[in-house]
């Protein structure tokens, strides 16, 4: 049976006490996961230290990039490694993870690290009060040691998106992966020996939140700063953790995410991106769209494409031909969103399409499969509206005017994301201007260049990382001022 061990200043470390990890696509347990106490906590945050301490707080930046760069080029040759390690982990479909989680997490190492590499910081020359002359210049610093706890939708794509500006900015890491995606993390830790990034600069630690690795990390009064992926419930405890001590977060959290739809989209376009929005990953990314506006002459137009769209999507294990939609990714988390489902029916919907679970073969039974589904008919007070799901499903509303789905887009506590298909200009711009989110996609969905900020508005995030943004959060900006 495969072990998830711990990886702490460079060596596996078993612990005594272990947890099932469970594949979503038949609920057989694949490997056991090495749960970390207090006392691999403190063994990691004390090597961490030791390494900022060491080598590699010595190193030269180009060196240092020279190493990230490494560890982009042996995870790109460890490839099927990591994309098997991904698809057991999460039954996401091999086309889905072999297109973006891979690829990503290799580049989001050789892209920070080029930023890092060319990105100026600022200098002012002043004349001071004397008539004499003073020149300021801003230096960049570590932050230090950064927790970097991760959710289970994009497990390699969104711990490599804080570990590799981290590690970029010269940073020591540990990792708390998902207790339900442990895999890929601890393959990255092969890779950091394999490419010789000094010990105690990557480790992970495995476990549970609350009582467990991620609580006993994130309150650890020795972690200089935490960035955390996940719920907005989880943040809240997170913050209150970080609190003592007063060490900054980057916080990336959950969302609600609105799709609105012009009559004057292309509608193809509209129906396709719609379609990605709501289901792709099973509905389970934080960007996805559960509540679609879409402009009333075209409503009806739309709903029958976008559930066409839906039924023909094919439900199966990752490397089945053609399939599209995996499996959620826990027995708990199916129960979650099929409670949903009897939910949006409580409370008065009209289920267009799917609403339960698919029939599947059975050696597939136990797996955690549910049906894309599209509501229409509910009220904007009703909790499938206000609260987020995150699983296939959304719910279509009509509206009229502009003005008035930004209103319906705006009526959320979240602030994440938005897709708006219009093909006229000034909509777009305005929309986007109106809409209370940190991201807008317009005739797009999920397009990234990592150049750019992302992050939520609201109780989706605090701060921005991508780009020269995440040296903002993963560097303290000391100014040194001279008197000439
Ligand atoms: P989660 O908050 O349940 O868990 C995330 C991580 O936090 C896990 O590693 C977990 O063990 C750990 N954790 C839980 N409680 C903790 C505590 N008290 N102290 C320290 N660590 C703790 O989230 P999830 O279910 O893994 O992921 C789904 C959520 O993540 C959704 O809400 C989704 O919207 C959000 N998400 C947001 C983004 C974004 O970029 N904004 C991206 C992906 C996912």
Redesign the pocket.
Known sequence: MKQFLNFINGEFVATGKTFDKRTPVDNRVIGQVHEAGMAEVDAAVAAAHAAMKGEWGRLSVVRRTELLHAVADEINRRFDEFLAAELADTGKPHSLASHIDIPRGAANFKVFADIVKNVPTESFTMTTPDGGTAVSYALRTPLGVVAV??????PLL?MTWKVGPALACGNAVIV?????TPATATLLAEVMNTVGIPKGVYQVLH????G????F??RHPDVDGIT????????E??MA?AAKGVRPVSF????KNAGIVFADADIDKAVAGITRSAFENCG????GTERVYVQRPIFDTFVQALKAKAEALVIGPPDQPGVGLGPLISAE?KRKVMDYYALAVAEGATVVTGGGAPAMPAALADGHWVQPTIWTGLPESARVIRE?I?GPCCHIAPFDTEAEAIALANATDYG?ATTVWTQDLGTAHRMAAAIEVGLCWINSWFLRDLRTA???AKA??IGREGGVHSLEFYTELRNVMIKL
């Open positions: 706890v991760c959710p289970w939708n994009l969104l708390k992966p998902s207790e339900e476990g549970f939140g609350p467990s690795a991620g609580e990390l994130t955390f992926t996940g719920e907005t419930r989880t943040g405890a997170i953790a990336e959290l959950g969302g389970q990314v934080c960007l988390h987020e995150f994440l992302f992050g939520g989706s995030g």
